[in-house]
């Protein structure tokens, strides 16, 4: 593994601060991003050192992975596995990987960093030891999280003169049942940085337990970047996979323009 930008919980303000000055945050969000974080944002916010970075615009890819117990009582786990390594390997046969740092959460009730923004030959490939399925969906907790750390990541490379744009991707088969961040917390966040124009926003809902478009709606998640699947089934986790891989090798590639109109999952 390469050598890591250093965050700490004191670094994370004037990170913030400075995406406020630069228009990403308003003052609602960056209220929102204040006080104790907690671990959990500080390692998200890690990366790829600016010396080591030879790209000249970045691509940061954040995928968040629901691992909730109702996940493995699917029998989901394997294609969750299958379908994130998978996703990797076409990073990295595509044009665009030198471009790309990606980082990887699961999340169930609480939120695990598997590794933050690294080249996507450093990435972490999924196993039976790094993904295991169990407890409930802090869905709310876990995209405020990857969004502000994804936030003082992107900042610290603008602050060393690399551009960035960023791609979230929060990929579930549940609603959120147990986070202490409110829906509207996430709306008010999603949409600041969706009208930044340097934010790329997407949601992969799977199965029947919810409405996943209101869901994201809800969310701040523009409706032509919802993947919804209503069969949760290991084939269709493995096409949701595939096709946010795709996506995002376009969006990477400027083919997807960042903000409302992204169209993430369009032709």
């Known amino acids: 593994m390469p050598s890591q930008t250093s965050i700490t919980p004191t670094s994370l303000p004037g990170l913030f601060d400075g995406a406020a000055s630069a228009g990403l945050l308003g003052p609602g969000s960056r209220s929102l991003l204040s006080g104790d974080l907690g671990a959990v944002v500080v390692a998200g916010a890690a990366g790829a050192d600016l010396e080591d970075i ?9 995928v968040l992975i629901d691992s909730s117990s109702s996940i493995g009582c699917g029998g989901l786990e394997q294609a969750v596995r299958d379908g994130q390594n998978a996703l990797l390997d076409a990073f990295a046969a595509s044009s665009a990987a030198d471009d790309i740092l990606v980082a990887l959460w699961t999340f169930n009730d609480n939120r695990r960093v598997v590794h933050s923004y690294v080249p996507v030959g450093d990435a972490k490939r999924l196993d039976q030891h790094s993904y295991r399925a169990s407890g409930g969906t802090a869905l709310y907790d876990a995209w405020c999280d990857a969004l502000a750390a994804n936030v003082a990541y992107a900042q610290t490379l603008r602050d060393g003169g690399t551009p960035c744009r960023s791609v979230v991707v929060v990929v579930t088969d549940g609603e959120d049942v147990c986070s202490k961040r409110k829906v509207g917390d996430c709306r008010k966040l999603s949409a600041d940085l969706l009208k930044s124009e340097q934010f790329v926003l997407a949601f992969v809902g799977v199965g029947s337990e919810a409405d996943f478009r209101r869901v994201a709606k809800r969310m701040g998640v523009p409706d032509d970047c919802v993947l919804v699947s209503a069969q949760a089934t290991p084939k269709a986790i493995r096409q949701a996979f595939h096709m946010v891989s795709q996506s995002t090798i376009r969006a ?15 032709p």
Request: overall charge neutral.
């Open 252 to 266: 990477s590639q400027g083919l997807v323009r960042p903000g409302l109109q992204a169209g993430f999952f369009g």
């Open 54 to 62: 030879m790209a000249c615009d970045v691509t940061l890819v954040t």
